[in-house]
């Protein structure tokens, strides 16, 4: 009976690799197999899932190109850092090559690094970035991920822009951006630094703001509908603008709107971040004014590429690496004139 919270995947194990390898005794032909174990902390996260969904793809088709069979164990820490700790515990028993970590709490890897270190497995930190320091505990730590201030910059941008194009936008015509701030969960980077580089994006873009007042939704589309349906009850009509640290919590601000009966053309201009499958529908339906696409997608093949070497002792001076530790794919802004590229 498997634990609960755990699915293990094998894939493809191929036959041609098995004969070759026989009788070969190089060190590099006696590795048939490898095994990835990975940790989420929470699966039901929709960025998350989605990346999730690309790694296994993307190992799926690693193991037809290479002919070695990739086994991963996937585990949902369900938002627990004891559950997660205990979850490297028993990957590191089950022998995995290497840990792929999606922390819960960024600010107590420390449990996870010295189990790690001590069996001398590497591990890839991803979505969720601990502290520099951390990070410098071991040469064989990394951090897959992205920049965070980037997100905030093109959010604050498309927000500006909106602005500055659409008389509408400024409902009272006072010549300032009225906004509500839909913020991830406390501690996390990306709330923090989006938070911050998309308000003082559309400062510095000469446009003047006022806080009407925020709310942490934890990057949940349910907890953001019921946040907003209180603003919505409080501001009204003077809401002009709903900054999301992402696209779950956008789309809830717009079940919100929604269910008040709020009619189209009073919706404030609502931004998110990520480009997720149905934030990039709401883009392409006008319903979000842009979105910044998050590439989950290149971040599960950064990790995927990254975890095979290590598991195999290649050489990763190859990969394209920040300090030999951070792989980070950039971010890109979303209209709806080029959604359908995204949506692809
Ligand atoms: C994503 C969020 C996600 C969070 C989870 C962020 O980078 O934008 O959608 O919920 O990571 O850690």
Same mark, same amino acid.
């Given at each position: 009976?498997?634990?609960?919270?755990?699915? %293990? @995947?094998?894939?493809?194990?191929?036959?041609?690799?098995?004969?070759?390898?026989?009788?070969?005794?190089?060190?590099?032909?006696?590795?048939?197999?490898?095994?990835?174990?990975?940790?989420?902390?929470? #699966?039901?996260?929709?960025?998350?899932?989605?990346?999730?969904?690309?790694?296994?793809?993307?190992?799926?088709? &690693?193991?037809?190109?290479?002919?070695?069979? *990739?086994?991963?164990?996937?585990?949902?820490? %369900? !938002? %627990?850092?004891?559950? #997660?700790?205990?979850?490297?515990?028993?990957?590191?028993?089950?022998?995995?090559?290497?840990?792929?970590?999606? =922390?819960?709490?960024?600010?107590?890897?420390?449990?996870?690094?010295?189990?790690?270190?001590? $069996?001398?497995?590497?591990?890839?930190?991803?979505?969720?970035?601990? @502290?520099?320091?951390?990070?410098?505990?071991?040469? $064989?730590?990394?951090?897959?991920?992205?920049?965070?201030?980037?997100?905030?910059?093109?959010?604050?941008?498309?927000?500006?822009? /909106?602005?500055?194009?659409?008389?509408?936008?400024?409902?009272?015509?006072?010549?300032?951006? $009225?906004? @509500?701030?839909?913020?991830?969960? !406390?501690?996390?980077?990306?709330?923090?630094?989006?938070?911050?580089?998309?308000?003082?994006?559309? @400062?510095?873009?000469?446009?003047?703001?006022? &806080?009407?007042?925020?709310?942490?939704?934890?990057?949940?589309?349910? #907890?953001?509908?019921?946040?907003?349906?209180?603003?919505?009850?409080?501001?009204?009509?003077?809401?002009?603008?709903?900054?999301?640290?992402?696209?779950?919590?956008?789309?809830?601000?717009?079940?919100? =709107?929604?269910?008040?009966? *709020?009619?189209?053309?009073?919706?404030?201009?609502?931004?998110? *971040?990520?480009?997720?499958?149905?934030?990039?529908?709401?883009?392409?339906?006008?319903? =979000?004014?842009?979105?910044?696409?998050?590439?989950?997608?290149?971040?599960?093949?950064?990790?995927?590429?990254? /975890?095979?070497?290590?598991?195999?002792?290649?050489?990763?001076?190859?990969?394209?690496?920040?300090?030999?530790?951070? *792989?980070? =794919?950039?971010?890109?802004?979303?209209? #709806?004139?080029?959604?359908?590229?995204?949506?692809?």
């Amino acid at each position: 009976m498997r634990k609960r919270g755990r699915t %293990s @995947v094998i894939f493809f194990l191929c036959m041609a690799a098995l004969l070759t390898g026989c009788g070969q005794k190089s060190a590099k032909e006696e590795i048939n197999s490898i095994k990835i174990g990975v940790t989420v902390y929470d #699966q039901y996260d929709t960025f998350v899932s989605q990346l999730m969904e690309h790694f296994k793809v993307y190992a799926r088709e &690693k193991s037809e190109e290479t002919g070695i069979a *990739i086994n991963i164990e996937v585990y949902n820490a %369900s !938002a %627990s850092q004891s559950a #997660q700790n205990s979850q490297v515990e028993e990957m590191l028993g089950d022998g995995c090559n290497v840990i792929c970590v999606n =922390l819960v709490d960024r600010t107590e890897p420390t449990t996870i690094i010295d189990m790690a270190e001590n $069996q001398n497995v590497p591990v890839i930190f991803f979505n969720r970035e601990l @502290v520099a320091e951390d990070l410098e505990r071991w040469n $064989q730590l990394y951090y897959v991920g992205a920049k965070a201030f980037e997100s905030g910059i093109m959010e604050g941008e498309i927000a500006a822009d /909106a602005f500055r194009k659409d008389p509408e936008a400024d409902k009272n015509g006072d010549g300032v951006f $009225q906004y @509500v701030m839909l913020e991830g969960e !406390a501690g996390h980077q990306d709330a923090i630094v989006r938070t911050e580089y998309a308000v003082s994006t559309i @400062v510095d873009r000469g446009i003047e703001v006022e &806080k009407l007042t925020y709310a942490i939704a934890n990057w949940n589309r349910a #907890q953001a509908q019921t946040k907003t349906a209180q603003i919505i009850n409080e501001y009204g009509n003077q809401i002009e603008l709903i900054l999301s640290n992402n696209d779950d919590m956008a789309l809830g601000a717009i079940d919100a =709107l929604k269910a008040a009966e *709020i009619d189209r053309e009073d919706w404030p201009v609502i931004v998110g *971040i990520d480009g997720t499958d149905v934030g990039l529908e709401a883009v392409k339906s006008g319903e =979000l004014a842009g979105t910044v696409y998050n590439d989950g997608e290149g971040q599960a093949l950064g990790m995927l590429n990254l /975890a095979y070497a290590l598991s195999m002792g290649e050489d990763i001076s190859t990969l394209e690496m920040e300090e030999g530790k951070y *792989i980070r =794919l950039p971010y890109q802004k979303v209209m #709806q004139t080029d959604v359908d590229e995204f949506l692809k």
